[in-house]
């Protein structure tokens, strides 16, 4: 099944442009990914699922004008979610030099003008304030809400993408505020809205 099946299968529907640059992005990543490690699943199959994953949330989120994706590492979720929002400012922090070094000829080949990739670790990131944060297998919940507070714009959302420790991790960061939980397959989406 190709992107496009997969995706309109979940109801997504995106013009040609999306699928277009989704199938740059694809091969690009299968080319630098043998080289440089970037992700251990690099079949078609496995990557367009990845995909999905990234921007399934598309479907429950609130509209937001700004995101900041923590540890990008290959460009789930935040490249993606970048693609598929070209009027949104993204920004993608991710802390290894050869995925920066990926992420940002990924941004120059598909000129992504809404996108800024930042080689750091967000605790040390300075002068930037977004709406949303987004995650995928970086930390647990607690730990992002610390580390993320110093780019938060007044009222952040959060949306993690989690796997089965959800649950005790939702108890150990305290998180009693408006938040809702969005399973798929494996995934756990948690999305904690902003008032």
């Not at 009027?87 to 996108?115: G, H, M, Q, T, W």
């Amino acid at each position: 099944m190709n992107l496009q099946e997969l995706l309109e299968q979940n109801d997504f529907s995106f013009d040609s442009k999306f699928y277009k640059d989704c199938n740059i992005f694809v091969g690009l990543l299968q080319q630098w990914g043998k080289v440089h490690n970037l992700s251990g699943r690099l079949s078609t199959e496995d990557i367009n699922e990845n995909i999905l994953d990234s921007i399934y949330p598309l479907k429950f989120i609130a509209e937001y004008k700004s995101f900041a994706d923590i540890g990008t590492g290959a460009g789930y979720p935040g490249l993606l979610l970048a693609i598929a929002n070209r009027d949104c400012k993204a920004y993608l922090i991710e802390p290894r030099v050869k995925r920066v070094a990926f992420l940002n000829f990924v941004k120059a080949s598909l000129k992504l003008d809404n996108l800024t990739v930042i080689c750091d670790r967000v605790e040390k990131v300075e002068d930037l304030k977004v709406d949303l944060i987004t995650s995928r297998a970086v930390t647990n919940t607690a730990l992002l809400l610390d580390i993320t507070k110093n780019i938060i714009n007044e009222n952040p959302s959060y949306l993690f993408y989690k796997g089965s420790m959800l649950n005790e991790e939702l108890e150990v960061a305290k998180v009693n505020q408006n938040y809702k939980i969005v399973n798929r397959n494996d995934r756990n989406y948690l999305y904690i809205k902003g008032k």
